[in-house]
């Protein structure tokens, strides 16, 4: 049995130890917005946090999260009410989906440690691929989160002014980065 701390609750799996901590999470636990993508660590649908540093869960063996604090999409806030995920909504970044719980925890995990980025310091840290190409967007509800969108305010203020959110988004100058 492994002893595995999720999202403040403590599970015991039975599973081998070099599982990949992404399907211990998705079909021990049965916390499935932690997404399967790639499995070799390159698109990000798996990022979840390990004691706040993002991972990517496909490719870590279940045994190198024993000891540490596992918070995956479901456990960042209640009601989806963390300011990254409402400066989601209110950009309406998703389009499919499938990608964007894993943009979501890189989104937070960059702004943990560097509250007001760039869009240098977000291409470099959000490497997550999007095939709808929500990169724009996904930009743009950084700098909300962070409240460095032009213009001034942040997500407190915006989130609950949806012309002025697409308006934002509609005036994001830089081009996408496939
Ligand atoms: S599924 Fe893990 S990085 Fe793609
Ligand atoms: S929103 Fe569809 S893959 Fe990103």
């Known amino acids: 049995m492994i002893q595995l701390n999720i999202n403040g609750s403590s599970w015991q799996v039975d599973v081998e130890s070099d599982t990949p901590l992404l399907w211990v999470i998705r079909e021990q636990v049965g916390l499935t917005g932690t997404k399967y993508g790639c499995g070799v660590a390159q698109c990000g649908a798996c990022t979840v946090h390990i004691d706040g540093e993002p991972v990517r869960s496909c490719s870590m063996p279940v045994s190198a999260a024993v000891g540490k ?40 995990a960059l702004l943990s440690k560097n509250p007001q980025p760039t869009d240098k310091d977000i291409d470099a840290a959000m490497t997550n691929i999007c095939r709808c190409g929500t990169y724009q967007r996904v930009r743009a509800a950084v700098h909300m989160a962070a409240g460095t969108a032009k213009g001034g305010g942040s997500i407190i203020h915006m989130a609950a002014d949806t012309a002025r959110a697409d308006d934002f988004a509609a005036h994001v100058d830089h081009p996408t980065v496939a």
Do not use: K, N
């Open 69 to 108: 604090r596992i918070t995956t999409i479901e456990g960042l806030s209640r009601g989806s009410s963390h300011p990254v995920q409402r400066a989601w909504a209110a950009l309406d970044v998703p389009q499919c989906g499938y990608c964007q719980s894993g943009q979501i925890m890189a989104a937070v």
